[in-house]
């Protein structure tokens, strides 16, 4: 967006940055209402530094969410003041991000506010926090408010920002006793056929571990052994999980174009083989082109077989490996399907995707890993990969890939669809339902619609990644989309989402719902290795259900998720009317009978957050921030979507919550 401290804004301005970017709306009004720096101002700041940047406005009030209204400050060079005077003080904030660009006064209907841009912190400087210590005072940045980072945050930040190569450790107590020595020869056979006559093909397997980086020496301690990487690459998958507890690979073929929890070929650590990266790489690689055809090419005599679509996959692939953060909780996911292919790694991506996708900028978070895959003719140092899948996607003629980032659990997910950016089929079925009008459309609003046709939904930052037009007027085009009756909106700023209206709430992307379960800690638990199956795939896998299996059960929810009050059942509206009469007939009420209130309306059934929120008479904000998201983290309630920006978010009271209850 360009700076527009220059003119007038409008309320549609207002609008438009809370699609375009992260907003957070201050009154700043100060005790004199004369203006001043807000204390929770420091919170919001070190939220956006270390989630994805964003905007602060100081004298504007938003109220309902989504609504503007500019109050003002009147003396707007005192705020700018201590603004300045705090970012250099280290006992007030950690690190000053800001340069004079991006603190600029705005003028709105004769009124002055202050605009502040915050940069998203590169890994280097994150965590960002509030005073001197960042256990306790780092923030993010979720659903539009600002939550305090828990210790494991708060360390990964920390690991992020020391360790450029987060594989590049040598381990204690791990050796060659430790790799599956199949893989290490399939690999090395791999290696003479790409670099036939390299020195290092005829060494001995330690010294060839040793010069590909997959064993190495502490130097500052004085020990030699396994880097992390290659345990990694060549480790049995049950040594793997002694280093990182949470390691999971796991690769699922859909049979339909649609979410499924089915699946047709699973490949996950079984005990049936390694366990290991390049095994995995190399297995799944040739399920996910197994079906792909191969015109007749000769190169130098020989035929290859090999496309731009093949080049595509392998990168993406070698990609969702070499950035993976395996210390965290979410699996490594691969899915193939009839219309698209899937790609989630865990952990966010260390520069912003919009930056990634034009490259030459890489910082991958295991280089060693990244080096062993591209000594054998995989993955790429100089940052291109995601340009060429980009571009060998479009030369296709196939609808742009999606990238995107997930803050809670933390995972980066790709999806490559194969289908035409402007289907004639979903051409044809939005011309049958909406008939001229369709036709008369202007051809970014056609574009909106036949996005939503064919994945379900659109978006403000979807439309960006596929034309060219400025984000205040798409925001104002959705608009008249959502006037006309043609879109159905769902959520707010950011995470505001589109649905046609035969299709709401019908998005079948590869990844709906991410994995919630986490390694087994009982000490009484079998080894996945000896059951067969890891603990957190014992279940159906929930990548593609619209509810987690576990909310499916009908002894735990029997009726939802309802999101909008209006789509109650009559006979329901009642009831939970009257479940909540003892907390919405009264202005402030203790908040342990909220609690016990939100527990009864939420028993077997699953909710959004409107719904409670008219059956208690209460502001959804509100609500949501002191007694939902509390509950939440203490497990009094579960919610249908792990990321709490998920516009269907709906809550249910846990098992033992209810048994308590009863």
């Known amino acids: 967006m360009n700076d527009l401290a220059e003119e007038p804004w409008s309320e549609d301005d207002f609008a438009g940055l809370a699609e375009s970017c992260d907003l957070e709306c201050k009154a700043a009004q100060g005790r004199d209402g004369r203006g001043e720096l807000p204390e929770d101002f420091w919170k919001s700041y070190s939220a956006m530094a270390n989630t994805d940047g964003g905007v602060i406005l100081l004298g504007v009030q938003e109220k309902p969410r989504g609504q503007f209204r500019a109050l003002g400050l009147s003396d707007v060079?005192?705020?700018?003041?201590?603004?300045?005077?705090?970012?250099?003080?280290?006992?007030?904030?950690?690190?000053?991000?800001?340069?004079?660009?991006?603190?600029?006064?705005?003028?709105?209907?004769?009124?002055?506010?202050?605009?502040?841009?915050?940069?998203?912190?590169v890994?280097?400087?994150?965590?960002?926090?509030?005073?001197?210590?960042?256990?306790?005072?780092?923030?993010?940045?979720?659903?539009?408010?600002?939550?305090?980072?828990?210790?494991?945050?708060?360390?990964?930040?920390?690991?992020?920002?020391?360790?450029?190569a987060r594989d590049e450790r040598v381990l204690k107590g791990f050796d060659f006793s430790d790799l599956d020595m199949d893989t290490v020869a399939a690999y090395r056979n791999r290696f003479a056929a790409v670099k036939p006559g390299h020195v290092w093909t005829d060494l001995p397997v330690p010294e060839f571990l040793e010069r590909i980086g997959a064993w190495g020496k502490n130097r500052e301690e004085g020990y030699s052994g396994l880097r992390l990487a290659g345990l990694l690459m060549f480790g049995r998958a049950e040594v793997i999980r002694d280093a990182l507890p949470h390691y999971m690979v796991d690769f699922q073929e859909r049979p339909e174009a649609k979410t499924e929890r089915r699946w047709i070929d699973r490949l996950v650590p079984d005990g049936s083989w390694s366990g290991n990266l390049y095994d995995f790489f190399r297995r799944v690689y040739q399920k996910l082109t197994a079906e792909l055809k191969v015109p007749f090419l000769l190169q130098d005599g020989q035929r290859v077989e090999d496309t731009p679509v093949h080049e595509a996959l392998r990168e993406a692939l070698a990609n969702t490996l070499i950035h993976a953060d395996y210390s965290g909780r979410v699996s490594v996911l691969v899915v193939k399907r009839p219309d698209m292919y899937g790609f989630r790694n865990p952990g966010r991506m260390r520069i912003p995707p919009e930056i990634a996708i034009h490259g030459g900028n890489s910082d991958c978070r295991n280089r060693r890993v990244q080096t062993m895959f591209q000594l054998v003719g995989y993955g790429d140092h100089a940052g291109s990969g995601l340009p060429k899948i980009y571009t060998n996607w479009a030369g296709q003629h196939w609808r742009r890939p999606v990238l995107y980032e997930l803050p809670e659990p933390e995972q980066t997910l790709m999806e490559l669809r194969m289908?035409?950016?402007?289907?004639?089929?979903?051409?044809?079925?939005?011309?049958?339902?909406?008939?001229?009008?369709?036709?008369?459309?202007?051809?970014?609003?056609?574009?909106?619609?036949?996005?939503?046709?064919?994945?379900?939904?659109?978006?403000?930052?979807?439309?960006?990644?596929?034309?060219?037009?400025?984000?205040?007027?798409?925001?104002?085009m959705l608009?008249?989309?959502?006037?006309?009756?043609?879109?159905?909106?769902?959520?707010?700023?950011?995470?505001?989402?589109?649905?046609?209206?035969?299709?709401?709430?019908?998005?079948?992307?590869?990844?709906?719902?991410?994995?919630?379960?986490?390694?087994?800690?009982?000490?009484?638990?079998v080894p996945p290795e000896l059951t067969g199956?890891?603990?957190?795939?014992a279940a159906l896998p929930p990548e593609l259900v619209a509810v987690p299996p576990e909310l499916e059960s009908p002894a735990s929810v029997s009726v939802g998720p309802y999101l909008?009050?209006?789509?109650?059942?009559?006979?329901?509206?009642?009831?939970?009317?009257?479940?909540?009469?003892?907390?919405?007939?009264?202005?402030?009420?203790?908040?342990?009978?909220?609690?016990?209130?939100?527990?009864?309306?939420?028993?077997?059934r699953l909710l959004g957050l409107r719904v409670l929120a008219q059956a208690l008479r209460r502001?959804?904000?509100?609500?949501?921030?002191?007694?939902?998201?509390?509950?939440?983290?203490?497990?009094?309630?579960?919610?249908?979507?792990?990321?709490?920006?998920?516009?269907?978010?709906?809550?249910?009271?846990?098992?033992?919550?209810?048994e308590n209850k009863e």
């Not at 060079?77 to 991006?102: G, M, Y």
């Not at 950011?494 to 009982?522: I, N």
């Not at 199956?533 to 795939?537: C, D, I, Q, W, Y």
């Open 77 to 121: 060079e005192r705020v700018r003041k201590a603004l300045w005077d705090n970012l250099h003080n280290r006992k007030q904030i950690s690190l000053n991000l800001l340069s004079e660009t991006d603190v600029q006064p705005i003028q709105v209907a004769g009124k002055t506010m202050l605009q502040v841009r915050v940069p998203r912190a």
């Open 564 to 604: 909008d009050w209006s789509a109650l059942p009559e006979a329901l509206q009642t009831q939970l009317i009257e479940q909540g009469r003892m907390v919405s007939g009264q202005g402030r009420v203790a908040p342990a009978a909220l609690r016990e209130t939100v527990l009864a309306l939420c028993t077997n």
């Open 533 to 537: 199956v890891s603990p957190e795939l």
């Open 479 to 525: 608009r008249g989309l959502v006037r006309d009756g043609f879109l159905v909106p769902d959520g707010a700023g950011r995470g505001m989402v589109y649905f046609l209206p035969w299709q709401r709430r019908s998005a079948a992307t590869v990844f709906d719902l991410a994995d919630q379960a986490g390694s087994a800690t009982s000490a009484d638990v």
């Open 123 to 164: 890994r280097q400087q994150r965590p960002v926090h509030v005073g001197s210590n960042p256990f306790g005072g780092t923030w993010l940045r979720r659903f539009e408010g600002d939550y305090a980072a828990d210790d494991e945050a708060v360390r990964r930040m920390l690991a992020e920002r020391v360790e450029d």
């Open 619 to 658: 502001d959804p904000d509100d609500l949501r921030k002191r007694t939902l998201t509390p509950m939440v983290k203490e497990g009094a309630l579960r919610t249908a979507y792990p990321s709490m920006t998920d516009p269907r978010q709906a809550y249910t009271a846990s098992t033992n919550s209810a």
């Open 419 to 476: 289908s035409s950016l402007v289907p004639a089929q979903a051409i044809a079925e939005l011309t049958k339902l909406l008939g001229a009008r369709f036709a008369a459309l202007p051809e970014t609003a056609r574009l909106a619609l036949i996005t939503a046709q064919v994945e379900g939904l659109v978006s403000h930052d979807r439309l960006k990644q596929i034309c060219t037009d400025h984000p205040a007027d798409l925001t104002k």
